[in-house]
């Protein structure tokens, strides 16, 4: 039925256009399209995504693969981004140096890492260093204490800093020193190493 109907829109077309051809044309070219995209685009789109995927979960096989076992130095570790930073470090088996003015909080996240059990991975048990970032010798002493302890450094965070609010005439000029020193001169002098 569906023949006969198409074969009068054809005569039809015909009589007004005395163009069957290029009605027949266009149908044609139709079913190139549809068979292009059906043979082509959609493998094409569907082999692109698997290709992604396969290629994303390598990557993160290879991260997760570096960082087991990998030697982690995270400032700033006693209290918020550094020490979730810590957490997340320490379930994927880096070896951990956690560095901050206060021990007693260091203590504590170190007993708290160390209950933790998961999966098959090997856990380290983290270093502590304390010191304070502002004071130039006892970064460069850091330094020298975490490569004793370690040997290498694969990864420093350098993420201990503080913030502050205030006008610039009321600010003295010791503010800005020790904000300068805790923020930008100690992270320098630690990644350096001296
Ligand atoms: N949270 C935010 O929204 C935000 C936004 C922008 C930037 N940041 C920056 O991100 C970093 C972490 O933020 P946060 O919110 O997690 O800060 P936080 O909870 O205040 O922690 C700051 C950490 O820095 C350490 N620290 C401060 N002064 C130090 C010094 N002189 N020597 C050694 N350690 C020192 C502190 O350890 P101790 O107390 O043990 O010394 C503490 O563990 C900071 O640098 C902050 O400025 C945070």
Known sequence: MSVTLCENTTSRSAGLSGGGESQTGNSGSKRKLMDLTSWVIIPFLFGSIGI???FRLLQRLRSSAYIQDAVVVITGATSGLGKECAKVFYKAGA??????RN????KDLINELCRIRKGSIQFHKPHMIIFDLSDVEAV???AQEIICLVGNVDILINNAGI????????????VDRMIMDT???GPVALTKGE
Not at 95 to 100: A, H, I, K, N
Not at 163 to 174: A, D, P, Q
């Open 95 to 100: 070896q951990l140096v956690l560095c901050g």
């Open 163 to 174: 913030s502050y609010r205030g006008t610039i005439l009321n600010t003295k000029v010791s």
């Open 183 to 185: 923020n930008y001169f």
């Open 140 to 142: 460069a002493s850091a």
């Open 52 to 54: 992604y995927a396969l």
């Open 103 to 106: 021990e007693e909080g260091l």
